[in-house]
């Protein structure tokens, strides 16, 4: 039998993964991980005003490196039976680019301009545009945002463009036309980046920023200008159509092939979000909720568009024909911190001795910190008068996106030391999933079963408990620690013709699952009314705070 492969690129927070697969047998036969240089010495960014942003640079050294690294020491047979490559990024990352499709940031002028770069997920700087077009679009004779849950994001494609242009000329007077890091990187590897031509991804645009075939693809001409003159014109210079991941861009260029060491025919298949074709990897079935537990979740739900097309449901990051799985219907939530509230945490306890102690010993302390806080909270008992933490450190993403939220912690007195706060913590990003769960069950979606990938559900026994047990609903996590390039991986398969559908692709890649938590009854009673809690604190944080 002749064996086929296709090639997953995952681009992360802070890093690229490619994944070889064999697309008859689902065997990885190579993988290779690139950390972005700049993005790992903090350039471009100020977390004081919550600004993230990375060079294209990093993207496209980490493309060269990771696939490279991936191919190395695979056979001539294996390398000349490379047929596709897709690739997934966070999102939504737009980035202004010139006339050919280039990114500002690689013009000489624009080189150190964090404006010029790609406007990374977490960015919240344009929290007053998102209330901005909130406003307009709730007066409108059409509300844009009734397919995005109702309430614009200052994470997502129009905020981020409509800030930049205010907060600088040049880039105003430069900018042709803005494009998504999926899109973008996949047309890297075509040779065409033509703005104007170029496949834009349904996942992305219907997502993030407010495409629909109701609309005539994005918000109309008189919309943009009324929430901004300097929004003039740019419509006609972004896209009209969409394509879902399943199809293919276009073939790679004779330069990329070349550099790569691939064949000259590789399909590029049209790009996604990386918690996207997450669930694609994970398996996803309808009415599945898959989490993509990392820095921050996405949960994904994919339903047959007959059974609840006709649903708006309030309070989400949108809902998309086929942007998971093409002829569903592809909702998308999530939680902007889950692992970065660890993280700071962590942050909190180690610098002080990085400052004291040096490098290596705070080095040795974040290695041992984390697991060691959750092997002493699992020993905790669970009361009533725990102490009760939201879930809002970076803003509340859904239900009901406001990244103007800060987090509160309720309940803590001399006794309260760094384990209990750990566990309210974790027990905090858990009553957030919880209130994403019920919104969708209150909007009539119902889910059959809860699916997790990710770096946390897979490191953390002690976080996926208190999950389980918060949501009182058994969790099943993916084999796959590289759910999202292998989900990419099944998308090229797809594109290059090798399989008919994801779900066909799914059967023949897919890993399966190894690691199942079940509710404990006793803890999920408390936690039942601890939640009635985290929900007073939240009502409490969101009137006063």
Same mark, same amino acid.
């Given at each position: 039998?002749?064996?086929?492969?296709?090639?997953?690129?995952?681009?992360?927070?802070?890093?690229?993964?490619?994944?070889?697969?064999?697309?008859?047998?689902?065997?990885?036969?190579?993988?290779?991980?690139h950390y972005y240089e700049r993005?790992?010495?903090?350039?471009?960014?100020?977390?004081?005003?919550?600004?993230f942003r990375q060079h294209p640079l990093d993207y496209i050294e980490g493309l060269e490196s990771a696939i490279k690294g991936a191919l190395a020491g695979l056979s001539t047979e294996v390398i000349q039976n490379v047929v596709g490559i897709s690739v997934d990024t966070t999102g939504s990352t737009p980035v202004a680019v010139d006339e050919n499709g280039v990114p500002l940031a690689m013009l000489p002028e624009f080189s150190e301009n964090p404006n010029g770069m790609f406007i990374l997920w977490k960015d919240h700087t344009a929290n007053q545009e998102a209330e901005e077009i909130n406003d307009l679009a709730h007066h409108w004779k059409v509300d844009y945002t009734k397919y995005v849950g109702g309430i614009y994001s200052s994470e997502w494609y129009w905020a981020k463009i409509l800030r930049t242009l205010r907060v600088d000329k040049n880039i105003q007077e430069k900018a042709f036309s803005w494009i998504e890091h999926c899109d973008w990187i996949s047309a890297v590897l075509t040779g065409n980046t033509n703005p104007l031509t170029m496949k834009r991804s349904?996942?992305?645009?219907?997502?993030?920023?407010?495409?629909?075939?109701?609309?005539?693809?994005?918000?109309?001409?008189?919309?943009?200008?009324?929430?901004? %003159?300097?929004?003039?014109?740019?419509?006609?210079?972004?896209?009209?159509?969409?394509?879902?991941?399943?199809?293919?861009?276009?073939?790679?260029?004779?330069?990329?092939?070349?550099?790569?060491?691939l064949p000259t025919d590789v399909k590029i298949g049209v790009g996604a979000f990386d918690c996207h074709m997450g669930a694609v990897g994970a398996e996803i079935q309808p009415y599945d909720f898959v989490r993509v537990m990392g820095t921050s979740t996405?949960?994904?739900?994919?339903?047959?568009?007959?059974e609840i097309g006709h649903l708006l449901i309030k309070g989400i990051c949108g809902q998309v024909d086929g942007s998971i799985i093409p002829n569903m219907l592809g909702m998308e939530a999530g939680q902007s911190a889950y692992?970065?509230?660890?993280?700071?945490?962590?942050?909190?306890?180690?610098?002080?001795?990085?400052?004291?102690?040096g490098e290596e010993a705070a080095d040795k302390l974040a290695q041992k910190l984390i697991p060691y806080l959750s092997e002493k909270?699992?020993?905790?008992?669970?009361?009533?008068?725990?102490?009760?933490?939201?879930?809002?450190?970076?803003?509340?993403?859904? %239900?009901?996106?406001?990244?103007?939220?800060?987090?509160?912690?309720?309940?803590?007195?001399?006794g309260t030391d760094a384990v209990k706060l750990f566990k309210a913590i974790v027990?905090?990003?858990?009553?957030?999933?919880?209130?994403?769960?019920?919104?969708?069950?209150?909007?009539?979606? %119902?889910?059959?079963?809860?699916?997790?990938?990710?770096?946390?559900?897979?490191?953390?026994?002690?976080?996926?408990?208190?999950?389980?047990?918060?949501?009182?609903? %058994?969790?099943?996590?993916?084999?796959?620690?590289?759910?999202?390039?292998?989900?990419a991986a099944m998308n090229a398969s797809v594109a290059a013709g090798i399989h008919k559908t994801l779900f066909d692709a799914q059967k023949a890649m897919g890993s399966g699952f190894d690691a199942y938590y079940s509710p404990r009854a006793e803890a999920s009673t408390t936690y039942q009314i601890l939640y009635k809690k985290y929900q007073e604190i939240g009502k409490f944080t969101e009137t006063y705070a």
């Open positions: 039998m002749q064996y086929t492969f296709t090639i997953g690129l995952d681009y992360g927070t802070d890093s690229v993964r490619a994944l070889v697969v064999n697309t008859q047998t689902g065997e990885s036969v190579g993988t290779a991980v993005w790992k010495k903090g350039l471009y960014c100020d977390a004081a005003i919550a600004q349904r996942c992305a645009a219907g997502h993030k920023a407010l495409w629909h075939e109701e609309f005539d693809g994005l918000p109309s001409e008189d919309f943009l200008t009324k929430l901004d %003159p300097l929004l003039t014109g740019l419509r006609n210079r972004l896209f009209r159509n969409t394509y879902t991941s399943d199809e293919a861009m276009g073939t790679i260029s004779e330069e990329w092939a070349k550099k790569l060491g996405c949960d994904m739900l994919i339903a047959p568009n007959e692992g970065d509230y660890y993280a700071w945490f962590q942050h909190i306890i180690t610098e002080p001795v990085r400052e004291l102690l909270a699992s020993q905790l008992p669970i009361t009533e008068k725990d102490v009760v933490a939201l879930d809002w450190i970076n803003g509340r993403r859904t %239900p009901d996106a406001n990244h103007s939220l800060k987090a509160t912690v309720q309940g803590l007195n001399l027990e905090a990003t858990a009553y957030g999933s919880k209130a994403i769960v019920d919104r969708f069950i209150q909007e009539g979606v %119902p889910i059959k079963q809860v699916i997790a990938i990710g770096g946390v559900a897979k490191k953390s026994p002690f976080v996926m408990q208190t999950l389980a047990d918060v949501l009182n609903m %058994p969790i099943k996590v993916a084999s796959s620690d590289q759910a999202c390039a292998l989900g």
